[in-house]
Structures are given as C-alpha cells and as structure tokens.
C-alpha cells in the first residue's frame, strides 16, 4: 500500500483535469477497497456494528492520528452515496472524531470530503484531521523543502504574482485558472504537499491507532 499511494500521488500531474487517473477507479483494485477486504496493510481503526464503514490511519498523516473514514461499499462520489451508507458514514466521522479528540487530547479537528477536485483515491473517504497545538515551537518535517529554496520561492513568486495581476484587473497576465495554466509549476506545488508529509511509521502507527480504539 504504501509505495502504491506514494508514488501515485507523486505523479498526479493536474488535479483538476487528470483528478483520477493514477489511481486504480474499479473495485478490484481501488486501494481502499482492497483494505478493506483485507489485502493491504493498514493500521485500523473501526468498523461499524453494520459492516457499512471502516475507518483507518493516512498512511502519509498530516499530523499524528490523521485518520480516513470510509464507506465499505466502493463509490467515487460523496453524492452518489445511498442514505444507509450516507447516514452510517456521517454518524462514524463524528464518533472516530470524537474518539481522536480524547485519544490525542485535542479538540481542534479538521474534517475534509473531497469531492473530484483534490480527490487521490475515487473511493468516497473524509479526513479527519487533528490541529496543530497552536502553542507548540513549530518544527518543519525533516524531508520538507527549505523555504528559502529554489523551489519553494519559484512557487511563491509565482502565486504573489497571479494576486497582484488579479487584484490589479490586468487579465492579460493572470490566467483564469492558475491550477491548469503550468502543468509543471502544479506539479511543483503538488510535489512540495506530499514532501510535506512524512510517511507514517508503523511503531508510531501502532500506538496512535491502539489509542484511538480504546476510545470507540
């Protein structure tokens, strides 16, 4: 599992044209449905009483417990979902929510469906995020690039200047659609989320999801 989602959210070339393509689209081989039917590692969370939901740890966490909630059943859209599975679905995120928030100790939660846009896998799955402890000293990871580096400023450079041109009014420099104008300089800024993001050690793993369970 992990060298599959790693490399393919590596290659996502452009979310908003090419949102699906490097992820396998079928059941048979969605990476979340061969979770749940067992065939891939995965540090697990829950399962509701029904069968309907399951619910994981990201592999490549935000933060520590960086948890995915998803329905069994394999559906691309959040909107696609029937009402059994919908209501299963909104009645796990709060419960796995709730039991994140006393397991880490923090009630500062960020929970996220992406629906096409931003979607790596096309299998309907919220993120439920914890938040940063505001007053803890900020540590970059370790593989995270440098912000004073060549790429982080290309990428910063460019964004200042679509606002600029944006705000000013002046059409003729600020595309209409910055994610699509630069396949490569998208590619960049997906490239510097993912370094962003530490692969998930199984040690630790272990641990956040033990925690996690005891609570549910």
Known sequence: MTSHIISAHTARADIATEAWKPYP??????????????????????????????????????RPGHTLVIPRTHVKRLTDLDEED??????AVSRVGRAITEAL????????????????????????VPAPILDAPMKPPVNAASPESPTTLGVVQQLAHVS???????????????????????????RLERDAREELDDFDGAEIARRIRSRL
Do not use: W
Request: proline share 6%; with cysteine; net charge negative.
């Open 105 to 128: 100790g923090n009630t500062g939660l960020n929970i996220v469906c992406n629906q096409e846009y931003a979607q790596a896998v096309p299998h309907v799955h919220f993120h439920i």
């Open 164 to 190: 600029v041109d944006s705000r000013s009014g002046n059409s003729a420099s600020a595309p209409a659609n910055p994610l699509q104008s630069d396949t490569l300089d998208h590619k960049t800024m997906l």
């Open 86 to 91: 919908a209501a299963a679905l909104g009645k």
């Open 25 to 62: 689209s079928d059941p048979e081989n969605c990476v979340f449905c061969r979770i749940v039917r067992n065939e891939q590692h995965e540090h697990h969370i829950y399962d509701d009483p029904d069968g309907r939901v399951s619910a994981f740890l990201d592999i490549l966490p935000i």
